[in-house]
């Protein structure tokens, strides 16, 4: 069974309205014939379930109407065999070819172990790297101003920061950026080490290992995955890019990346 979308039509269509119908969700005239009514009643339904709002009924919409898909489940489409070292080297032009063959099978598996194997999320993923990261590696947060006082310490400016959980002295250092994603403070690195099964507190340079650094970038996904799908359904990349990284640092390149993707995988 395929999902249920614009100009579907048949017998699963009439099951589909007359199940939106019963729960309040008036699609109209129950015809079989999936048009702009059904699309809305699917879409607020959606919305009144917490599910991605995008008007198709896939296989969380028909089960969370209480209609039991076919044994063929309904799953998105997998692009995670069609991403090479070639395709990303494009969305990556200035970037050692060495790099990307090195991290990118560890990037892939990160994503296949969280379920973010569908184009969007795939490229959602390739292109924060490329914004926060354009070597396609695992690195270090550089100094700066905003986290090192004038002849300070490095990262001094972060020891104290009550909203990273850093408790003083050395904590700045410690817990700085690191990573695909720049994980950052040490409730950051608890959090995320515990949800991982590993000690990122006693052993934060970790955070720059390969596959740990793909597996935390995946897990900010994944946390933000409904309203990052949210968002590009209505193509909006700088509401997407904010999601991760929460305002608009490096969108040129994180844009530039994503709608080379898409092309590469039309």
């Given at each position: 069974?395929?999902?249920?979308?614009?100009?579907?039509?048949?017998?699963?269509?009439?099951?589909?309205?007359?199940?939106?119908?019963?729960?309040?969700?008036?699609?109209?005239?129950?015809d079989g014939d999936f048009g702009p009514g059904t699309e809305a009643a699917v879409i607020a339904f959606q919305r009144?379930?917490?599910?991605?709002?995008?008007?198709?009924?896939?296989?969380?919409?028909?089960?969370?109407?209480?209609?039991?898909?076919?044994?063929?489940?309904?799953?998105?489409?997998?692009?995670?065999?069609?991403?090479?070292?070639?395709?990303?080297?494009?969305?990556?032009?200035?970037?050692?070819?060495?790099?990307?063959?090195?991290?990118?099978?560890?990037v892939l598996s990160a994503l296949v172990e969280r379920d973010l194997t569908d184009k969007n999320m795939v490229l959602?993923?390739?292109?924060?790297?490329?914004?926060?990261?354009?070597?396609?590696?695992?690195?270090?947060?550089?100094?700066?101003?905003?986290?090192?006082?004038?002849?300070?310490?490095?990262?001094?400016?972060?020891?104290?920061?009550?909203?990273?959980?850093?408790?003083?002295?050395?904590?700045?250092?410690?817990?700085?950026?690191?990573?695909?994603?720049?994980?950052?403070?040490?409730?950051?690195?608890?959090?995320?080490?515990?949800?991982?099964?590993?000690?990122?507190?006693?052993?934060?340079?970790?955070?720059?290992?390969?596959?740990?650094?793909?597996?935390?970038?995946?897990?900010?996904?994944?946390?933000?995955?409904?309203?990052?799908?949210?968002?590009?359904?209505?193509?909006?990349?700088?509401?997407?890019?904010?999601?991760?990284?929460?305002?608009?640092?490096?969108?040129?390149?994180?844009?530039?990346?994503?709608?080379?993707?898409?092309?590469?995988?039309?």
């Amino acid at each position: 069974m395929d999902p249920l979308k614009r100009d579907s039509s048949g017998a699963d269509v009439v099951q589909l309205q007359e199940k939106l119908k019963s729960l309040g969700f008036n699609p109209g005239k129950i015809d079989g014939d999936f048009g702009p009514g059904t699309e809305a009643a699917v879409i607020a339904f959606q919305r009144s379930e917490g599910i991605l709002a995008d008007g198709v009924a896939g296989v969380k919409t028909l089960k969370a109407l209480g209609i039991e898909p076919a044994q063929a489940a309904i799953k998105a489409v997998s692009v995670i065999d069609r991403i090479s070292v070639n395709m990303v080297s494009k969305m990556f032009p200035f970037t050692p070819l060495d790099n990307i063959k090195k991290h990118l099978p560890d990037v892939l598996s990160a994503l296949v172990e969280r379920d973010l194997t569908d184009k969007n999320m795939v490229l959602m993923a390739l292109a924060t790297i490329r914004a926060e990261t354009a070597s396609f590696k695992p690195i270090d947060e550089g100094k700066s101003r905003f986290n090192t006082s004038p002849g300070g310490k490095p990262f001094d400016l972060y020891d104290n920061r009550r909203d990273l959980g850093n408790k003083g002295p050395s904590d700045g250092s410690s817990f700085k950026g690191r990573g695909f994603i720049q994980l950052t403070g040490r409730s950051n690195y608890e959090v995320i080490g515990t949800e991982l099964k590993v000690n990122l507190i006693d052993n934060p340079a970790m955070a720059n290992d390969s596959l740990i650094a793909a597996r935390i970038l995946a897990v900010y996904i994944k946390r933000k995955e409904l309203r990052i799908k949210e968002a590009l359904i209505e193509d909006d990349l700088k509401r997407a890019r904010r999601l991760v990284n929460g305002g608009s640092h490096g969108l040129e390149p994180f844009v530039e990346a994503f709608r080379t993707g898409e092309r590469l995988l039309a």
